[in-house]
């Protein structure tokens, strides 16, 4: 069984047990969160695809952490200019475990 599921603008596709990293959530680390967006979803050889979402699933998952991703640098440079800059980004996400499919 396995689920299509959207969250942060991005589409995911999980099965029970899996463990996911996802744009930050508002939510404390034990707690219980619902994803309601599922857009496709299939069990025992019935497939079911969302006109946008398949009405009456949804998917639980508990959060694990919160934290960031590792740093990554980007560095602008034009030859012959003397310029130079140097940025760094830290993205933060979520960490969960898909608990339970249902639909």
Partial sequence: ????IETGGKQ???SEGD???IEKLNAEQDSEVVFDQVKALS???DFRIG?????GAKVTAKVLANGKSPKIYVFKYKSKKNEKKKIGHRQPYT???IAKIEG
């Fill in 12 to 14: 995911y596709k999980v």
């Fill in 1 to 4: 069984m396995f689920a299509v």
């Fill in 51 to 55: 006109t946008p979402t398949v009405a």
């Fill in 19 to 21: 463990i996911i990293f």
């Fill in 95 to 97: 960490k969960v475990q």
């Fill in 43 to 45: 069990s025992e050889g």
